[in-house]
Protein backbone atom coordinates (compact mmCIF):
# COMPACT_ATOMS: atom_id res chain seq x y z
CA UNK A 1 0.00 0.00 0.00
CA UNK A 2 0.88 3.43 -1.06
CA UNK A 3 1.31 6.37 1.89
CA UNK A 4 -0.88 9.37 0.95
CA UNK A 5 1.09 12.28 -0.91
CA UNK A 6 1.51 15.13 2.22
CA UNK A 7 3.45 17.70 3.43
CA UNK A 8 4.97 17.44 6.79
CA UNK A 9 6.03 20.80 8.27
CA UNK A 10 8.90 21.77 10.06
CA UNK A 11 8.63 20.98 13.77
CA UNK A 12 7.47 23.88 16.06
CA UNK A 13 8.98 24.38 19.73
CA UNK A 14 6.86 26.06 22.49
CA UNK A 15 9.34 28.08 24.02
CA UNK A 16 9.81 28.96 27.58
CA UNK A 17 10.30 33.05 27.80
CA UNK A 18 11.27 35.76 25.54
CA UNK A 19 10.79 33.77 21.80
CA UNK A 20 13.49 36.57 20.52
CA UNK A 21 16.10 35.05 23.38
CA UNK A 22 17.83 32.04 23.48
CA UNK A 23 15.65 30.43 25.78
CA UNK A 24 15.32 26.49 27.01
CA UNK A 25 12.46 24.27 25.09
CA UNK A 26 9.09 23.50 27.29
CA UNK A 27 9.19 20.21 26.24
CA UNK A 28 6.79 20.40 23.87
CA UNK A 29 7.09 20.45 20.30
CA UNK A 30 4.07 20.28 17.30
CA UNK A 31 4.51 19.00 13.60
CA UNK A 32 1.90 19.65 11.63
CA UNK A 33 0.85 17.12 8.32
CA UNK A 34 -1.19 18.82 5.29
CA UNK A 35 -2.38 16.25 3.35
CA UNK A 36 -4.10 16.55 -0.31
CA UNK A 37 -6.13 20.06 -0.98
CA UNK A 38 -10.04 19.69 -1.42
CA UNK A 39 -9.08 15.41 -0.85
CA UNK A 40 -10.15 13.94 2.40
CA UNK A 41 -8.52 10.91 3.46
CA UNK A 42 -9.61 7.87 5.31
CA UNK A 43 -6.96 6.94 7.79
CA UNK A 44 -5.73 3.31 7.98
CA UNK A 45 -2.14 4.20 9.48
CA UNK A 46 0.30 6.56 10.38
CA UNK A 47 3.90 5.62 10.74
CA UNK A 48 7.52 7.53 11.98
CA UNK A 49 10.53 6.91 13.35
CA UNK A 50 11.12 8.34 16.69
CA UNK A 51 13.97 10.64 17.64
CA UNK A 52 14.24 10.99 21.68
CA UNK A 53 10.45 11.99 21.96
CA UNK A 54 8.59 10.59 24.97
CA UNK A 55 4.90 10.79 24.10
CA UNK A 56 2.70 11.75 21.13
CA UNK A 57 -0.73 12.94 20.59
CA UNK A 58 -2.76 12.77 17.72
CA UNK A 59 -5.27 15.15 16.45
CA UNK A 60 -7.31 14.70 13.59
CA UNK A 61 -8.85 18.12 11.27
CA UNK A 62 -11.79 16.33 9.86
CA UNK A 63 -14.44 17.59 7.85
CA UNK A 64 -18.24 16.76 8.08
CA UNK A 65 -20.50 15.15 5.30
CA UNK A 66 -21.52 18.20 3.99
CA UNK A 67 -18.36 20.17 1.99
CA UNK A 68 -19.60 23.65 3.21
CA UNK A 69 -19.29 22.41 6.97
CA UNK A 70 -16.83 23.58 8.62
CA UNK A 71 -13.78 21.47 9.48
CA UNK A 72 -13.16 20.47 13.40
CA UNK A 73 -10.22 19.07 15.49
CA UNK A 74 -10.68 15.76 17.21
CA UNK A 75 -8.22 14.05 19.50
CA UNK A 76 -7.55 10.78 18.30
CA UNK A 77 -5.13 9.47 20.70
CA UNK A 78 -3.31 10.94 24.02
CA UNK A 79 -0.07 10.60 25.13
CA UNK A 80 1.28 7.37 23.82
CA UNK A 81 4.37 6.45 25.14
CA UNK A 82 7.20 6.02 22.48
CA UNK A 83 10.13 5.44 25.01
CA UNK A 84 10.47 3.12 27.69
CA UNK A 85 11.45 5.80 29.95
CA UNK A 86 11.87 9.36 29.20
CA UNK A 87 15.33 9.66 30.46
CA UNK A 88 16.94 6.44 28.60
CA UNK A 89 17.54 5.75 25.46
CA UNK A 90 14.78 2.66 25.32
CA UNK A 91 12.71 3.62 22.13
CA UNK A 92 14.69 6.57 21.50
CA UNK A 93 14.71 6.09 17.68
CA UNK A 94 12.70 3.15 17.45
CA UNK A 95 10.09 2.70 14.29
CA UNK A 96 5.87 3.24 14.90
CA UNK A 97 3.00 2.63 13.83
CA UNK A 98 -0.40 3.91 14.67
CA UNK A 99 -3.25 2.07 13.45
CA UNK A 100 -6.80 3.09 12.74
CA UNK A 101 -8.04 0.50 15.36
CA UNK A 102 -6.12 2.40 18.33
CA UNK A 103 -7.46 5.51 17.70
CA UNK A 104 -10.40 7.00 20.21
CA UNK A 105 -12.38 8.72 16.83
CA UNK A 106 -12.81 7.45 13.30
CA UNK A 107 -10.24 8.34 11.31
CA UNK A 108 -12.48 9.23 8.21
CA UNK A 109 -12.94 12.20 6.04
CA UNK A 110 -9.19 13.62 7.50
CA UNK A 111 -7.73 16.93 5.81
CA UNK A 112 -5.18 17.44 8.16
CA UNK A 113 -3.13 15.81 11.29
CA UNK A 114 -1.29 17.62 13.98
CA UNK A 115 1.17 15.81 15.87
CA UNK A 116 1.78 16.95 19.43
CA UNK A 117 5.41 15.95 20.90
CA UNK A 118 6.37 15.90 24.60
CA UNK A 119 9.41 15.43 26.01
CA UNK A 120 10.13 15.81 29.70
CA UNK A 121 13.92 15.34 30.42
CA UNK A 122 16.34 17.57 29.73
CA UNK A 123 18.44 15.11 28.77
CA UNK A 124 17.78 15.85 25.48
CA UNK A 125 18.20 18.95 23.78
CA UNK A 126 15.93 18.42 20.90
CA UNK A 127 13.23 15.97 20.16
CA UNK A 128 10.92 14.84 16.61
CA UNK A 129 9.35 12.69 14.59
CA UNK A 130 11.23 11.45 10.96
CA UNK A 131 9.86 9.66 8.00
CA UNK A 132 6.24 10.60 8.63
CA UNK A 133 4.04 8.47 6.61
CA UNK A 134 0.16 8.31 6.31
CA UNK A 135 -1.61 5.46 5.22
CA UNK A 136 -5.18 5.18 3.59
CA UNK A 137 -7.78 3.10 4.84
CA UNK A 138 -8.91 0.79 1.71
CA UNK A 139 -11.96 -1.24 1.90
CA UNK A 140 -11.81 -4.68 0.92
CA UNK A 141 -13.90 -6.58 -1.80
CA UNK A 142 -16.37 -9.08 -0.30
CA UNK A 143 -15.21 -12.92 -0.87
CA UNK A 144 -16.19 -13.87 -4.35
CA UNK A 145 -18.18 -16.82 -4.98
CA UNK A 146 -16.96 -19.95 -6.91
CA UNK A 147 -18.79 -19.32 -10.03
CA UNK A 148 -17.34 -15.42 -9.86
CA UNK A 149 -13.85 -16.71 -9.31
CA UNK A 150 -14.25 -19.20 -12.12
CA UNK A 151 -15.40 -16.78 -14.50
CA UNK A 152 -12.30 -14.74 -13.89
CA UNK A 153 -10.11 -17.38 -15.40
CA UNK A 154 -8.08 -16.78 -18.02
CA UNK A 155 -8.04 -19.13 -21.28
CA UNK A 156 -4.85 -20.83 -21.14
CA UNK A 157 -3.91 -20.55 -25.08
CA UNK A 158 -4.27 -16.80 -24.39
CA UNK A 159 -1.11 -17.25 -21.11
CA UNK A 160 1.72 -18.87 -23.08
CA UNK A 161 3.24 -19.33 -18.79
CA UNK A 162 0.18 -21.07 -17.72
CA UNK A 163 0.67 -23.71 -20.15
CA UNK A 164 -0.26 -27.29 -18.92
CA UNK A 165 -2.94 -26.04 -16.43
CA UNK A 166 -6.40 -27.58 -16.81
CA UNK A 167 -9.05 -25.04 -19.22
CA UNK A 168 -11.38 -22.72 -17.10
CA UNK A 169 -14.17 -24.05 -19.14
CA UNK A 170 -13.68 -27.67 -18.53
CA UNK A 171 -13.31 -27.00 -14.52
CA UNK A 172 -16.44 -24.86 -14.79
CA UNK A 173 -18.36 -27.77 -16.43
CA UNK A 174 -17.04 -30.26 -14.43
CA UNK A 175 -17.99 -28.68 -10.98
CA UNK A 176 -21.40 -28.43 -12.16
CA UNK A 177 -21.94 -31.75 -13.42
CA UNK A 178 -20.90 -32.93 -9.81
CA UNK A 179 -23.12 -30.21 -8.33
CA UNK A 180 -25.71 -31.63 -10.60
CA UNK A 181 -24.95 -35.49 -9.56
CA UNK A 182 -24.80 -34.58 -5.56
CA UNK A 183 -29.15 -33.07 -6.35
CA UNK A 184 -29.47 -36.41 -7.60
CA UNK A 185 -28.06 -38.83 -5.07
CA UNK A 186 -29.69 -36.62 -2.69
CA UNK A 187 -33.44 -36.52 -3.85
CA UNK A 188 -33.05 -40.06 -5.20
CA UNK A 189 -32.57 -42.23 -2.24
CA UNK A 190 -31.46 -45.63 -3.15
CA UNK A 191 -29.12 -48.64 -2.10
CA UNK A 192 -28.78 -49.13 -5.49
CA UNK A 193 -25.18 -49.08 -6.71
CA UNK A 194 -24.67 -46.16 -8.83
CA UNK A 195 -22.17 -45.08 -11.55
CA UNK A 196 -20.37 -42.27 -13.01
CA UNK A 197 -23.33 -40.34 -13.79
CA UNK A 198 -26.34 -43.32 -14.35
CA UNK A 199 -28.88 -42.80 -12.20
CA UNK A 200 -31.05 -46.45 -11.81
CA UNK A 201 -29.49 -47.76 -15.37
CA UNK A 202 -30.63 -44.86 -17.30
CA UNK A 203 -28.67 -41.81 -18.50
CA UNK A 204 -29.81 -38.07 -17.84
CA UNK A 205 -29.30 -36.35 -20.88
CA UNK A 206 -28.48 -33.17 -18.75
CA UNK A 207 -25.88 -35.07 -16.95
CA UNK A 208 -24.12 -36.09 -20.87
CA UNK A 209 -20.98 -33.81 -21.91
CA UNK A 210 -20.60 -34.50 -25.90
CA UNK A 211 -17.04 -34.39 -26.95
Not at 54 to 82: M, N
Amino acid sequence: MKPVPCTVKPPVYLQIGDCKADTAHSGVCVVDVSLPFGKPVNIEEISFKNYYTAYVTVRLLKRGPGQEAPAKWFTALRDLPLMDNPHTEGGSQDYCSIHRTQMQVESEHVVSVRLILRQPSSAWLTFSLEDIKIFPHVELDPEKEVSDWLSDLILVDQHPDLEGLPDPETVSSSIQQMWALTEVMQTNQTTASIGRFDVDGCYDINLLSLT
